[in-house]
């Protein structure tokens, strides 16, 4: 599942193997969701909400713009996960 990606995203993916599905919709459980989070005040709802979507050994990767450091940051994200994980 992608979750806020940027435009043109999916493409930089390509080539992906045969078996992979990527998601953009839908509310069916998914095995990995890749979080874009460019908004700091919304990321601990967000990860909160993904994580539901989350087959019970599933993943979450999360990405914020570079150079964002006023808006997303590794400490942020840190301290937004805790507690939701």
Known sequence: MLASEPAGFIKELAPLPDDVVVVTRGNSPVDCVI???????????????????????????IAWPKRASTVVTEALMRRSGQGTV
């Open 35 to 61: 979080l874009f989070a460019d908004e700091a005040r919304t990321l601990a709802s967000s990860i909160v909400r993904w994580k539901a979507r989350l087959v019970p050994a599933g993943m979450m990767w």
